[in-house]
């Protein structure tokens, strides 16, 4: 218990705990999307989809009455969807899309509504919504008397009950069935509607063409989706916008949330939830105590002159970054500057490849303390599919995209993870936090390369640095969603204190799926009772490791006399309690894990291995494992037995 309450108070900043375990990140195989409007321009809008290798996809819209299947190609597949999709207003109508894939994939959604208005968003999958979010928007042109701040909720469920609550406090109810998109048009910005709900939504936002800051001329589109407030972080780095000479902040909490945002000069504190805060040509860092939400706005081209225009971005956390991505630069930005912004650290800069080769950084920037650990590289890049990587798997660093041309400009972050629990470490680094707020936002239309000015500084909050803090787990439970048979689950969640497993089926597009996972015990009582009056619904809950591979009419996997064993799957793990992802292995393998030296330590590999597991010698000069172990039952590859070893030469 005293482990978790550290978790509560202390900022992150990881080293030793980059192998945690990823339940969630951008990358998946159901999504549920759509598109805002303000104006109803006749263009239509792309769905690029970026996958590591070839396999099959899906798309249902029931508004335009299609449903097809199609093959999906390693590297960039594009969708285009028709505009009559898309409607001006304030509405509740069936108007989603919904996107399936038999692989992992990537998803980016980008209207070009005009030749000069465009941007694109980062789509999140199934497994990263959440039901509790903030939205970021802008105010739209005020000379543009068509254009509306806008964002839209899709319906993941049927039934789902949703409260919206404006800047105002104003409530509003609804109910969404799946692809059901309820969007909400408005004159002024509607930055920090506070959208809760009972089941899972996607919640996408913007400006049909904004001036940023206010009365910088041109206007462009801003356009994002949002991240659910479970996946937001209290420690972020923010890359400037090279080339032009200034940038602006959002920063957004459910609590209003002192925050400080800190740059090459100064260190200053607000309370979040303000209107906005003008950066310069440094990268910012901003921290709190509280979970906050940092989104990126970049400034027009008549802010500095130089060619661009206005796009919004979600900032990832310092512990939302990932070791890989793959993804796709939309081919309508052929004719723009296009750039990554990476955040990495300093030392390990040299590790970075871009499909395979490496970096020439057109600019380099050095972080402020307390990351002063980290640099922010700028580097050119063309449209199409990439794959950004390091070649030390346990370096994390974070990947945002934009690009200019005259009048034109673009921003998206080109991927998230969501760590399961927080990790964190103990030796600290202070920073300073306001104990009240007594300070306005800074608006300007000038270039500026500072932060806002504050003069209320006190408090601080702790920074990790290094050692992991254990995390409390029980049960073990399959955890997965929208699954056609209960056998096909290969995620395991450890569950919380009173929690256990449950299964639960229903009715979706006309089929019987399952979701599983873990739930507190007298929740999962209460829906096992109010279930049995719905004949299309089903939930059952058990107490022991792995119960829930079957229930709810769904016999679940053969007998293991039929079939290979169901075995723990991960390249790289600290630990290998740390690996929750599964895979079912042929009827004449074997489970296998494998330990290899890492430097005084160790790291593990599982998965599945032929009928005879051979043991291994190993010499100073191999890297052959110092243990491998093979066994034959369900789940039984956590431990590795050293018996099965050869001889250790030394030397």
Known sequence: MANILQCVVLVFLYTLCVQAILQKSHYGNQFYIGMIAARNWTTDFQIDIASKSNGNLYLDIPYLNLRRNETLQRGSTILTVNNSLIRAGTFTENRGIYLSTDVPVAVYVTWQAHPKVMDTYLALPLSSLGTRYIVASYDPCSLCKPDRSEMIIIGVHDNTMITVTDRYKRNTTLKLNALDAHQLSNTKDISNTAIVSDKQVTVISGTSCANIPHGVFQCDLLLEQMIPSFSWKKAFIVPPV??????????????????????????????????????????????????????????????????????????????????????????????????????VPSSNAGGLRMDGMSLAPDKTYSVPDPFSNYSVLIINITVGYHELTHTDTNVMFGATAYGFGAGIGYGFPVGFRYLSESHLTSSTTTSTLPTTSSTSPTTSSTPSTAAPTSTTLSASVSMATNGPVTNVTNVLCFSCDDLSHVELCNVVKHCSTNEVCYIESYEKFGRKLYRSGCLQSATCQKNVISYQSQSDMCAECCSQNYCNNKGCGDTGLSPRDQRGPMCYDCPHELSPQDCNKLTLCKANELCSIEEFGWGDHSQFKTGCASGQCVPTVQTATTSLPVCRSCCSDDYCNLNCTRSDVGSIIVG
Request: glycine share 4%; proline share 4%; aromatic share 14%.
């Open 242 to 343: 090279f080339p032009k000479l200034g940038f602006l902040l959002k920063i957004f909490s459910e609590n209003n949330a002192a925050a400080c945002i800190t740059n090459s000069s100064r260190t200053v504190c607000y309370h979040s939830n303000q209107e906005e805060y003008i950066m310069g040509t440094d990268p910012a860092i901003i921290t709190s105590r509280d979970s906050i939400s940092v989104v990126q706005y970049g400034v027009g081209e008549r802010y500095d002159f130089i060619d661009a225009d206005e796009f919004m971005t979600v900032i990832p956390g310092i512990e939302n970054y990932l070791n890989s991505y793959y993804f796709v630069i939309p081919q309508n930005y052929s004719s723009l500057a296009n750039r990554l912004s990476i955040t």
